[in-house]
T-cell receptor, first 106, second 115 residues
């Protein structure tokens, strides 16, 4: 099963872009990369997923490297409400790593 | 779209009693639902995969006789914690997979406290 690694914490200034990296070097060719976030004491919220191509939706952008060994979630204009733990997952999204605790600073 | 609900949102029970948690997909049918457990300051841990009309598949180390899972319809899965003990106190979260994309949508979670 593909394992993901993320930095434990990051800070970002309000209004600036937040770039959250994830390494998934053991991902196989048909495994998607999924991103979720969890605000304290709530269920995780789906953000975005992708296979090979970069993806964008109303919440974020996902940049996947050509070798697919890593990806970056981009929140283009971070707000205080984006403070949460962000998880990337692969292998059918079932196995979550420790995630990155993002703090958006006013 | 893709809304998943859980009930109750929190429950406090005495040691030795059983607690049932419901997970519903409100606007889609889910052949597969998942149950997770999360302890404070830790990540989500998959407990079991629930398939409609068949037995659940449990992850290694999860006692199937203690955590009973029933997936009787395409919109409802239940988790029953039998003979609960204080160490079972945790945040239990379900998710449902949207057909075709298999993207998981999570419920809001149930906080169980066993006294």
């Amino acid at each position: 099963d593909a394992k993901t690694t993320q930095p434990p914490s990051m800070d970002c200034a309000e209004g600036r872009a937040a770039n959250l990296p994830c390494n998934h070097s053991t991902i196989s060719g048909n495994e998607y990369v999924y991103w979720y976030r969890q605000i304290h004491s709530q269920g995780p919220q789906y953000i975005i997923h992708g296979l090979k191509n970069n993806e964008t939706n109303e919440m974020a952008s996902l940049i996947i490297t050509e070798d697919r060994k890593s990806s970056t979630l981009i929140l283009p204009h971070a707000t205080l409400r984006d403070t949460a733990v962000y998880y990337c997952a692969s292998f059918n999204q079932f196995y979550f790593g420790t995630g990155t605790s993002l703090t958006v600073i006013p | 779209g893709a809304v998943v609900s859980q009930h109750p949102s929190w429950v406090i029970c005495k040691s030795g009693t059983s607690v049932k948690i419901e997970c519903r997909s409100l606007d889609f049918q889910a052949t597969t639902m998942f149950w997770y457990r999360q302890f404070p300051k830790q990540s989500l841990m998959l407990m079991a995969t629930s398939n409609e009309g068949s037995k659940a598949t449990y992850e290694q180390g999860v006692e199937k006789d203690k955590f009973l899972i029933n997936h009787a319809s395409l919109t409802l899965s239940t988790l029953t914690v039998t003979s609960a003990h204080p160490e079972d106190s945790s945040f239990y979260i379900c998710s449902a997979a949207v057909p075709i994309t298999d993207t998981q949508y999570f419920g809001p979670g149930t906080r169980l406290t066993v006294l």
